[in-house]
């Protein structure tokens, strides 16, 4: 459980990296002050193939891959079942979405969006951080 409500970490969505390759100023300012603080930063293996497209425009978002403190959350069999079955009751298609809400709740982790439409619909719960 998380101290004082707060949650224990991030989880980001396609939104929130490709706002960093953007350099959304928030964003960079959100994840600087997370990486100071020591608070962990998760991103779940469909994000990076939703937003990995290479190349030398995504420098900030291969820098936040490459950081030792940033966890790529994998899409094992045991994860992807539940995935399915979270997509089955939540009716969302979107197996990205559902990943990165399960990820998040499973955490006690907030997620960094520019989606939160989508998230509440996969988990009406989740604390969300726009971008």
């Keep these: 459980m998380s101290i004082n409500g707060a949650p224990k970490g991030l989880t980001l ?6 706002a960093l390759e953007r350099g959304d100023p928030r964003v960079r300012a959100l994840l600087r002050r997370a990486v100071e603080k020591g608070i962990s930063i998760a991103v779940p293996a469909g994000v990076v193939a ?3 497209r290479g190349g030398p425009r995504q420098a900030r978002v291969a820098r936040l891959l490459g950081d ?3 966890y790529v959350s994998p899409l094992d069999e045991i994860t992807a079942r539940a995935v399915g079955l979270l997509c ?6 979107d197996i990205v ?3 990165v809400a399960l990820h998040a ?4 982790q907030a997620v ?3 989606d939160p439409d989508d998230l509440r619909a996969v988990d009406p719960g989740l604390r969300l951080i726009v971008v």
């Design 105 to 108: 709740r499973q955490g006690d």
């Design 112 to 114: 960094v969006t520019s």
């Design 88 to 93: 089955g009751r939540s009716r969302h298609p």
């Design 68 to 70: 030792p403190a940033v």
């Design 97 to 99: 979405d559902v990943h």
């Design 13 to 18: 969505d396609t939104g929130a990296l490709l």
């Design 50 to 52: 939703q937003s990995w």
